[in-house]
């Protein structure tokens, strides 16, 4: 079972106000040191951070690299993600400083947003940043955008709260340092994405709600990640605290405002995005990691323990009593804003060595491009589509599955052995084929792409097989484009509405016809004639027409798999099956 954490509940509820469907996941600490992949990648940070999560962290970590790592800090497995935040230090009278503990932070994933239609998942090799470092006072003019006008100052993302009893009042820099439950920091992510960049350095590729924890999406930013909520109590009471001292972010602000965290994306992908589906929008959810199957499938009791700290991949002192702030970061009191250049070493000092991460390296996974040959030559990536089950797929002559065997190579070669132009992969383990792609497929560009057709192939860890109704479409150049049947043209009167069932007699029942010439199009026009919404072909030469589909059962596209009698010269169209239609739909008739 898993255990509560009623401690930070009662807080939370508070903070956050009315209901909306929650988890809440205990991380222990990972790591320490002057290290941040995201805005110093390779290098060493201007400031120390703590950080939890995946224990493949360290300077050059990526979503990747961050998910093949051997564990966790927190308590859910799947999530090898990083979250990190700056230090904070007492400075003693006599300049000295020492660290101020911390057991890690609480993270919590919250169904937020007024809007939740373009909700997502967060895409692999996302990032981001929420709050500024080089911040000494309350921005109360960069607001929060939606489509209703302006909304809160975005320096609300960022709050402290004493917690002595019951929780103080949260203000958005340190106040009272006389706490004895600890004092704690608490920020809120960005909600809201704009579509295309996992990361930009301005942080441009996220925006933050209207109401920053609730609210709308700008219309810039029109999808809706899972809300990130991060809290890390500071046990300041332990510090033994002398008269003319104070405490101070590793940033160099006494001030708290400078306050900030960053997100590095490490979940099991699939994992993920079952969570966001299952358990993020349940409206009876508590927080309780109980309430999620897919979480507790995944949960460690003792993640601190299980995955303990790791030394630092910078080899530097940031713990216990140091003479300077790691760095040399100059204290900056404010209200003006302080700048890169605020340290005070000598600039002789040697940097730090860097070691690179210890366990686990990189995944090499092979992403495909658009228009770029991928999988077997002849093949090209055409991209992740939007897809619908079997009655409207983008790809519906034949379809072949294999649980565990599928790759990119093994569709194609399927495809193309049955005389097929396209090849579209689904779930990770599903393979479509067909002579042109169909229903208005729209092919997401960029990054997107990477975050909606993220099941893994079966057959192959190392490239993905489209996703959760996202089919990755592949061409193969050197077949010819078939001529595209006129009945499932936008000029024809009838749709197609894909491959169904005759399991208790004729679903089309009002009249029909067989004949050596038998295409969708002849039929069409057979039922046109008398007025029919419905058509179907079936067995290659039958024809038949309906009002009304009686009983209809959609079938597997690939049981529709007998030629059309009348298919003349290089078309290569479908007339159904045993006792299987291809049926069409008129919705002007
Ligand atoms: C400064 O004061 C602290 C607390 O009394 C002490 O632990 C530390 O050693 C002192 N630093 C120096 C350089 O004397
Ligand atoms: C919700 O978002 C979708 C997609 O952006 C949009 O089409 C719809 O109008 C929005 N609904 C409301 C109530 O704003
Ligand atoms: C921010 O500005 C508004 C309007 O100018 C004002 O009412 C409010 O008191 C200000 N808040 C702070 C914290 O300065
Ligand atoms: C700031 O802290 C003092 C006690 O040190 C307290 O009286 C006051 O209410 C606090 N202010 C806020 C806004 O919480
Ligand atoms: C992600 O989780 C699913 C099931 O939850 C599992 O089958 C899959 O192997 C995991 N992927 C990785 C890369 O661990
Ligand atoms: C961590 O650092 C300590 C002290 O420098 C060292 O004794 C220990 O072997 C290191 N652990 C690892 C796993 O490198
Ligand atoms: C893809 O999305 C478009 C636009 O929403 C829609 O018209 C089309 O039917 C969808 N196609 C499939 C195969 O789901
Ligand atoms: C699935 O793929 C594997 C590996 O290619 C193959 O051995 C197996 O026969 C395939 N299974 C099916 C049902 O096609
Ligand atoms: C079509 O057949 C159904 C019975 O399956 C019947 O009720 C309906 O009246 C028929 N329609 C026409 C136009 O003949
Ligand atoms: C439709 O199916 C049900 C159950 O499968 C059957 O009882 C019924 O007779 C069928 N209706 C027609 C019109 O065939």
């Known amino acids: ?99 101020v503990k911390q057991s890690g932070s609480v993270v919590y994933y919250i169904g937020r947003g007024n809007n939740k239609t373009n909700s997502v998942p967060f895409p692999e090799g996302f990032r981001m940043i929420s709050g500024d470092s080089n911040a ?40 009272n340092t006389d706490c004895y439950a600890g004092l ?27 109401d920053i924890d609730n609210g709308d999406c700008p219309p810039t930013h029109p999808f809706l990640f899972t809300h990130i ?25 006494p001030t708290g405002y400078s306050y900030h965290a960053d997100f590095q994306n490490g979940w099991n992908m699939t994992t993920f995005a079952r969570a966001q589906r299952e358990c993020s929008y349940n409206e009876k959810s508590s927080g309780d990691l109980n309430e999620c199957a897919v979480l507790v499938e995944s949960y460690t009791k003792n993640y ?14 940031v713990r216990g009593i140091l003479p300077k702030l790691p760095g040399c970061i100059k204290i900056v009191e404010g209200p003006q804003r302080a700048t890169s250049a605020d340290v005070n070493c000598p600039s002789s000092v040697t940097p730090p060595k860097i070691t690179p991460t210890e366990d686990g390296k990189p995944l090499d ?49 399927y495809c193309f052995g049955k005389g097929y132009k396209y090849a579209g992969l689904e779930l990770g383990t599903e393979c479509y084929c067909d002579s042109y792609m169909l229903n208005n497929p729209v092919i997401n560009k960029g990054s997107w792409t990477q975050g909606m057709c993220y099941y893994q192939c079966s057959g192959d860890k190392l490239t993905y097989c489209g996703g959760q109704a996202r089919v990755d479409l592949y ?23 894909g491959c169904m069932a005759e399991i208790t007699g004729r679903i089309l ?20 004639g008398r007025r029919f919404k419905w058509f179907g072909v079936e067995y290659g030469r039958e024809c038949y027409c309906g009002d009304r589909v009686v009983n209809q059962t959609i079938a597997d596209p690939g049981d529709c798999n007998i030629l059309c009698a009348g298919n003349r010269g290089n078309t290569q169209t479908y007339c159904g099956g045993a006792s299987r239609a291809n049926v069409y739909f008129s919705s002007t008739l």
């Open 1 to 99: 079972m898993v255990s509560k954490y009623s401690a930070f509940a009662v807080a939370f509820a508070a903070l956050l106000g009315d209901a909306n469907a929650f988890w809440r996941m205990n991380c222990a600490n990972i790591m320490f040191g002057r290290i941040d992949p995201i805005v110093n990648p390779g290098g060493i940070a201007s400031h120390a951070h703590t950080v939890q999560g995946g224990s493949n962290f360290g300077v050059s970590s990526t979503g990747v690299s961050l998910a093949n790592g051997e564990c966790t800090s927190c308590e859910i497995q799947d999530d090898k993600s990083a979250y990190w935040t700056p230090m904070l230090y007492y400075q003693y009278p006599n300049g000295s400083f020492i660290d």
């Open 136 to 175: 000494r006072s309350y921005d109360n003019v960069t607001r929060t955008v939606s489509k209703y006008g302006i909304g809160r100052p975005i320096a609300d993302r960022v709050s402290w709260a004493c917690l002595s009893g019951t929780p103080g009042k949260s203000v958005p820099y340190i106040n």
């Open 184 to 210: 704690r920091a608490q920020v809120h992510f960005q909600s809201c994405w704009n579509g295309v960049d996992l990361y930009k350095s301005d942080q441009s590729h996220v925006a933050y709600l209207s």
């Open 229 to 253: 909520f991060l809290e890390t109590s500071f046990t300041v009471n332990s510090v033994s605290r002398v008269e003319g001292g104070r405490f101070v972010l590793s940033t160099g602000d």
């Open 304 to 317: 601190g323990s299980r995955c303990p700290t790791r030394n630092s991949t910078v080899d530097e002192p």
């Open 365 to 413: 996974i092979r992403f495909p491009q658009i228009g770029k040959q991928f999988g077997l030559p002849d093949w090209q990536y055409v991209g992740c589509s939007n897809d619908s089950s079997s009655a409207s797929r983008v790809l519906n002559a034949v379809v072949t599955k294999n649980a565990t065997g599928m790759t990119v190579e093994t569709c194609q070669a």
């Open 475 to 497: 061409v193969n150049t050197k077949l010819p484009q078939l001529p595209f049947p006129k009945t499932q043209s936008a000029s024809g009167k009838y749709v197609h509405k």
């Open 509 to 528: 029942r009002n009249a029909s016809t067989t004949g050596d010439t038998m295409t969708p199009d002849v039929c069409a026009k057979f039922c046109l």
